[in-house]
């Protein structure tokens, strides 16, 4: 349990620096960096594995997932009906009306989360708003809808049901066959500066 409260200290902090080298823009309408540290600490902005998996079922028409991996690795697998914008190219002027959609959640993932991380900060950085992260990206997402555990005997009944419901969703989105989950690498970032109205040179 400490080593997971270690981990999650150590990815705030990673975060709180890349927040801190960002240049600053005092002539435009990004967010305050004071207010954006305070949203990256805030949970509400991650949707759990079990979250998206129940609106992808319910078809939610407000949910717009977003792949920011690489082109290479989207086409290999990605989740259904997710969109692909590189983290590299997140800031360009060409995505700006897909961050921004009305009445649209954009979830953002990727293997883990370090990607998806770097990706909402810059984007809530710029002001778009009804940005999410999906927590733990797909290695989550295989580790509980794909492939769940079944929970001791001794567990409350809402383990049971969410085991039940994470073996239909695993179903659903399979078509009744095991899928065994594509081997990823370990998530590397290296922090770019952003050239003004231009793309983020750079990133993983």
């Known amino acids: 349990m400490k080593l997971k409260y270690v981990i999650s200290a150590a990815i705030l902090i990673l975060l709180g620096f890349i927040l801190l080298i960002l240049p600053d823009r005092s002539e435009s309408d990004d967010l305050e960096p004071e207010i954006l540290l305070q949203e990256i600490i805030d949970p509400g902005r991650f949707l759990t594995t079990d979250m998206i998996a129940?609106?992808?079922?319910?078809?939610?028409?407000?949910?717009?997932?977003?792949?920011?991996?690489?082109?290479?690795?989207?086409?290999?697998?990605?989740?259904?009906?997710?969109?692909?914008?590189p983290l590299e190219e997140i800031l360009l002027d060409q995505w700006q009306e897909y961050l921004s959609q009305y009445g649209k959640d954009v979830v953002f993932f990727s293997n883990g989360s370090i990607k998806a991380d770097k990706a909402w900060i810059l984007s809530r950085r710029e002001g778009y708003k009804e940005i999410f992260v999906m927590k733990g990206g797909l290695n989550e997402w295989f580790r509980t809808v794909m492939n769940p555990v079944p929970p001791p005997q001794t567990a409350?009944?809402?383990?049971?049901?969410?085991?039940?419901?994470?073996?239909?969703?695993?179903?659903?989105?399979?078509?009744?066959?095991?899928?065994?989950?594509?081997?990823?690498?370990?998530?590397?970032?290296?922090?770019?500066r952003k050239k003004k109205k231009t793309v983020v040179e750079g990133g993983c």
């Open 156 to 192: 409350p009944k809402e383990a049971f049901e969410l085991y039940s419901f994470r073996r239909g969703a695993a179903q659903y989105f399979t078509g009744g066959n095991t899928i065994e989950p594509p081997e990823v690498e370990a998530e590397k970032v290296t922090v770019s």
């Open 54 to 85: 129940e609106r992808l079922v319910n078809e939610d028409p407000s949910l717009f997932l977003v792949d920011v991996r690489s082109i290479y690795d989207y086409e290999e697998f990605t989740l259904p009906g997710a969109f692909n914008i």
